[in-house]
């Protein structure tokens, strides 16, 4: 069974273009989490769908970034403009439900220059 | 606000030694605690999860972690190191038991083995 998939992997952009990153969860798993790290700094929480649905943004930054699930399956991770700080590895987990175990894929490194 | 604290963001063992990775939470409520590890070019893969069961908890790779709510600490264990544990380690609270895919993560232990 294919786990977590993530892509691109890596990807540089200028500071000010958009970016698209997008993540393919185990097949079944309703619960798709976003996450992020910064240079240096924690892994910090970002968003959490039930299947198409938002269950809780709490984490995401600002207003540049936009996730959607359509359909409830792979979900993207779009950052429009992207800004210097944006800069850092983001990673997708999914679960079969909310009190299980989340599987994380490899993440994908974004840098901002 | 639930918080976890790594103590050493690198740690260095000889090859056999004992690991120890250290890990401090503060948390109002009962928590959910986890270790992930992350190998070169890999994601995070858990290694073990603590959720108010048994306070000693074995895991993956032969490595264990004990719960004492007394010092709010979940340290990892491995009696010998192998080459191949050379990787990063996080330690995480899940907020609530409703949701232990939501984790707020401490800032990330590499271990690294010398031969």
């Known amino acids: 069974e294919a786990g977590v998939t993530q892509f691109p992997s890596h990807s540089v952009i200028e500071k000010g273009q958009t970016v698209t990153l997008r993540c393919d969860p185990i097949?079944?798993?309703?619960?798709l989490y976003w996450y992020r790290r910064v240079m240096g700094k924690e892994i910090k929480f970002l968003l959490h769908?039930?299947?198409?649905?938002?269950?809780?943004e709490s984490g995401m930054p600002n207003n540049r970034f936009l996730a959607e699930r359509t359909g409830g399956t792979y979900s993207t991770l779009k950052v429009q403009p992207a800004e210097l700080e944006d800069s850092g590895v983001y990673f997708c987990?999914?679960?079969?439900?909310?009190?299980?175990?989340?599987?994380f894929g490899q993440g994908t490194r974004l840098t901002v220059v | 606000a639930q918080s976890v604290t790594q103590l050493g963001s690198h740690v260095s063992v000889s090859e056999g030694a004992l690991v120890l990775l250290r890990c401090n939470y503060s948390?109002?409520?009962?928590?959910?605690l986890f270790w992930y590890v992350q190998y070169p070019n890999q994601g995070l893969q858990l290694l073990l999860k603590?959720?108010?069961?048994?306070?000693l908890v074995k895991g993956i790779n032969g490595f264990e972690a004990e719960f004492k709510k007394s010092e709010t600490s979940f340290h990892l264990t491995k009696p010998s190191a192998h080459m191949s544990d050379a990787a990063e380690y996080f330690c995480?609270?899940?907020?609530?038991?409703?949701?232990?895919?939501?984790?707020?993560f401490g800032q990330g232990t590499t271990l690294q083995v010398k031969p």
């Open positions: 987990a999914s679960a079969t439900g909310m009190n299980t175990e989340a599987f």
């Open positions: 097949s079944g798993h309703d619960n």
């Open positions: 769908f039930v299947k198409e649905s938002k269950q809780d």
């Open positions: 948390s109002s409520v009962p928590p959910y």
């Open positions: 603590y959720t108010s069961a048994a306070t």
């Open positions: 995480a609270v899940s907020p609530t038991s409703s949701n232990t895919g939501k984790l707020i």
